[in-house]
Structure formats: C-alpha cells, structure tokens
C-alpha cells in the first residue's frame, strides 16, 4: 500500500491561484516516480476547476465535507451525489473545525462517512482531542470514541475508509506531536481497526497535525503512520513536493 499525501487547502483559493499552484505541483512531478498515492480536498466550488486541471494526472482530488442527507431543503449543504458528479474520489470527514464550530457530533461525523461510501467516494474521517484532553489523559478514549461511531455506521465498510489523526492542539499551530507521540496514537487506532474488519491493512492511518516538508520524514518512518493530512504547506508546490517524496 502506497502511503497517501491529500493537501486540505481549508478556506483558501482563487481560480487564478488554484491554476498556478495546480500546476507547479504537476510540473514537479513530471518525469518522477510517484512512491506515494496524492489528492487535494479543495473548497467546493473549485471542485470543477480541479476535475479539469486534474483529470489524466497523478494526483486525485476530493471535498472538505460531505452532507448526511441525499437531497432535499437543506440550504448550502452538498451531497455526495453533486461531489460525484466532479468525479471526486474523496471527502474529508469531521475536520475538528467542523466538530468545533460547527457543533459536528460523532453521529453526525459517521453518518457523513456512510453517505460518501454510498456514493463511491472514500471518507478521510478525523480523529483527534484538544490540548485539555491530553492533559486529563483522554487521548485514547477520545479517538477511539470518534472512530467507533463511524465503524459502527460503515460497519463491513470498515476497510474502505481512510482515517487522519489530528491532535486539535496541533492543527495551525505550528506544534507538532511527536513521531513518537503520534505513532503512539496511530498503534490505538490500527488496533481497533485490526478488531472491526479482517482488512485493517487497507486502511491508511493518516497524521494530521501540522505536518510540513521539514518534519514530513520523521513522521512518515513510523511503522503505523500511512501518510499526512497536509493543511498550509499544501499551498506551497515545493513544500507538498516535498512532502511526498518524503513519503516514498
């Protein structure tokens, strides 16, 4: 299983600097041995833009949410039928901005992840505590809370996610758990995997929490960490580059 670098540009981008990020990453690759599986998860409405800069190149593309529901009055939401529709082969899951300002329950979080199964398209369902929950010593309790919600509603899907640890404490804050902090981590979650599908090995473990092109390496050597959740250095070719050959 290659690992997989997916780019989650947030609340960021414009036609114009979407194309020439676009491609200054396809550039860098050009002529290069991929030794790792990419995508970016762009804002919804570059969906289309990225469909036709992407298509036939080595780097897929996804969503940053996914609605619960098919259809129907639910202003501003987009289902998984409309992300298929620009052929997106992922949809990020329960970001912990989402969970913390937009009030997305664990429920909420698996019912998003079997809506994008259901459509063909791989959820990147986050886990991950905040900074108090690592003090009071909950880490373990919190992620594997989260994720049993989302095995219990995929249930023999299980296989067909992909999962991103994210400690809250570390998402744009320059901190950065450490490889031995966030191996520590990701074994919790293979274990727990490894017990609800016979195919734990299909599953990338992704690490979340501020990876960039200077750390990338050290992080991606663990033994259970599958790749990275790439939020700012996703925005810069050479960074998310580097990134992925460090993954190789």
Same mark, same amino acid.
């Given at each position: 299983m290659k690992p997989l670098i997916a780019g989650n540009w947030k609340m960021n981008g414009s036609l114009a %600097?979407?194309?020439a990020l676009v491609k200054a990453m396809l550039d860098g690759l050009r002529g290069q041995a991929q030794g790792a599986d990419m995508a970016l998860c762009v804002p919804a409405p570059y969906l289309g833009q990225l469909q036709s800069l992407l298509t036939g190149s080595p780097i897929s593309w996804g969503a940053q949410d996914v609605s619960s529901h098919e259809?129907?009055?639910y202003t501003g939401e987009v289902s998984a039928t409309m992300l298929k529709d620009f052929a997106c082969r992922y949809a990020i899951v329960g970001h912990s901005e989402r969970r913390q300002y937009h009030g997305e329950t664990d429920g909420l979080v698996a019912d998003k992840a079997k809506a994008a199964l259901a459509h063909g398209i791989t959820p990147i369902v986050c886990v991950?505590?905040?900074?108090?929950?690592?003090? %009071?010593?909950q880490t373990e309790a919190v992620v594997k809370r989260q994720l049993a919600a989302?095995?219990?509603?995929?249930?023999?899907?299980?296989s067909e996610i992909v999962v991103a640890y994210e400690p809250v404490w570390a998402i744009g804050t320059g901190k950065t758990a450490s490889p031995?902090?966030?191996?520590?981590?990701?074994a919790v979650l293979r274990a727990q995997l490894a017990a609800a599908t016979q195919h734990p090995e299909?599953?990338?473990?992704?690490y979340g929490g501020s990876m960039n092109a200077t750390n990338a390496a050290s992080l991606l050597a663990q033994p259970d960490i599958d790749g990275g959740l790439i939020g700012g250095a996703s925005l810069?070719?050479?960074d998310f580059l580097q990134i992925v050959a460090s993954a190789r």
């Open positions: %600097a979407n194309e259809q129907g009055a991950g505590e905040t900074l108090a929950e690592r003090d %009071a010593g989302v095995i219990h509603a995929v249930a023999h899907c299980t031995e902090q966030a191996q520590q981590v990701h299909r599953v990338h473990i992704l810069k070719a050479a």
